[in-house]
């Protein structure tokens, strides 16, 4: 779903839809790549549930995905989510499975728990992850920025710091991952980030930003050159 509608879109309007000219309000389960390579100008809003490959080479869309009914950690979408994709937004109420946001090089995204290998050979955008996440998180990693919700202090497990740095939010980005997450709950209507947003200064102390080690290189090397 999606991606014959993008096909559509882009042969008779080319490039020059505003955000969510058109609305694909669906209900259920989607199936496999709901939104693959969607195009600027399509909102598709789902309640239900979908399954692997959301959001696969997204390319300009919104999309948003919450459940029928509200539960803790519910899983709304499978494996290989946002994989190559370049820009856009996906929003998801729930958990997503492992690969999350694979190669993702623009795309702008908020879920609720991920599973092993998330953001791996990640190389622009940004990505807030509201709960847990599993194994290898940011292998490969060299562009962008991440954000995880960390109560535990239990992340710094599930990484390799050779490859990425771990960091409270400067406070230059909090803003941005503010604004990221009300725009999910505007999405949504998200318990989690109600929440979260509602006792703000104490959450933000729990949020992680993720940075590649080589973004930091070159940040104090400019750095060093301006001072």
């Given at each position: 779903?999606?991606?014959?509608?993008?096909?559509?879109?882009?042969?008779?309007?080319?490039?020059?839809?505003?955000?969510?000219?058109?609305t694909l309000q669906l209900r259920g389960s989607a199936g496999q790549s709901l939104g693959a390579f969607a195009v600027k100008g399509l909102f598709i809003d789902l309640v239900g549930e979908s399954n692997d490959y959301v959001g696969k080479g997204l390319s300009g869309a919104t999309i948003s995905i919450r459940p029928?009914?509200?539960?803790?950690?519910?899983?709304?979408?499978?494996?290989?989510?946002?994989?190559?994709?370049?820009?856009?937004?996906?929003?998801?109420?729930?958990?997503?499975?492992?690969?999350?946001?694979?190669?993702?090089?623009?795309?702008?995204?908020?879920?609720?728990?991920?599973?092993?290998?998330?953001?791996?050979?990640?190389?622009?955008?940004?990505?807030?992850?509201?709960?847990?996440?599993?194994?290898?998180?940011?292998?490969g990693m060299t562009g962008g920025v991440a954000y995880v919700w960390d109560p535990d202090k239990s992340f710094a497990n599930y990484i390799n710091p050779e490859g990425i740095t771990l960091r409270s939010v400067p406070d230059e980005s909090e803003a941005e991952l503010k604004g990221l997450i009300e725009e999910?709950?505007?999405?949504t209507l998200s318990p989690r980030a109600?929440?979260?947003?509602?006792?703000?200064?104490?959450?933000?102390?729990?949020?992680?930003?993720?940075?590649?080690?080589?973004?930091?290189?070159?940040?104090?090397?400019?750095?060093?050159k301006i001072a």
């Open positions: 779903v999606g991606t014959r509608t993008s096909s559509a879109l882009v042969r008779r309007f080319k490039d020059t839809l505003a955000d969510g000219h058109l029928r009914h509200w539960q803790e950690k519910q899983a709304l979408a499978g494996n290989t989510i946002l994989y190559g994709a370049t820009s856009g937004k996906l929003f998801v109420a729930g958990t997503v499975g492992e690969r999350f946001a694979v190669r993702n090089s623009g795309a702008t995204t908020v879920v609720e728990g991920a599973g092993a290998h998330g953001c791996e050979y990640m190389t622009g955008g940004k990505v807030v992850i509201l709960g847990s996440v599993g194994a290898n998180f940011g292998a999910h709950f505007k999405m109600e929440a979260l947003l509602d006792d703000w200064d104490n959450s933000l102390k729990a949020f992680v930003q993720v940075m590649p080690n080589e973004i930091l290189a070159l940040q104090a090397k400019l750095e060093a």
